[in-house]
């Protein structure tokens, strides 16, 4: 079992990285489109679409990791209470399985949705006509990944009780 749980947390990983080469990405088209603006007096005219594109995968691929570090944002009126190790591990245990059953039917309609976008040839209204399919794909990757790691928490909180 620990060895699910640490590759379920090395693909965490791997979309942190993800994660933040889109940030980089979003500073590169904006450093790039004030260079050009700067110089040439041009626009690249797809900075802003790219950018938003590039910051939603950012988000996305990086969910799953920022839960792993547990660094959601985290209401505990009714855990911090709790001083019962076993009570406390059930009630995390449902909340977690309750998390991945949202997750999932995200990730059900958001792959849905990407092969609905597909299969429409549904493009961004811009210069760039972009397939919406393209930057649709990581908010299904997201919901996967932050999937796959509420199960390796699951796993986890269940070994650590052990």
Not at 37 to 53: G, H
Not at 92 to 118: L, P, Q, R
Request: some cysteine; glycine content about 4%; hydrophobic content about 50%.
């Amino acid at each position: 079992m620990e060895k699910v749980v640490n590759v379920i947390e090395k693909i965490s990983k791997i979309g942190a990285y993800i994660s933040g080469f889109f940030m980089l990405l979003i500073v590169a088209i904006i450093t790039t489109e004030i260079f050009v603006r700067s110089i040439f007096n041009k626009s690249l005219l797809i900075t802003d679409e790219y950018s938003a594109y590039f910051m939603v995968a950012s988000i996305f691929f990086g969910l799953a990791y920022t839960l792993k570090e547990g660094k959601h944002i985290k209401i505990t009126i009714i855990t911090s209470r709790i001083k019962n190790k076993k009570v406390s591990c059930i009630l995390d245990v449902i909340v977690y399985i309750i998390g991945f059953a949202i997750s999932t039917y995200a990730c059900i309609y958001a792959f849905k949705m990407v092969m609905e976008t597909k299969a429409l040839d549904m493009r961004a209204d811009s210069i760039a006509e972009t397939p919406l399919w393209i930057p649709e794909i990581s908010v299904f990757l997201g919901f996967l990944l932050l999937s796959i790691q509420i199960i390796g928490l699951i796993l986890r909180r269940v070994k650590n009780y052990k």
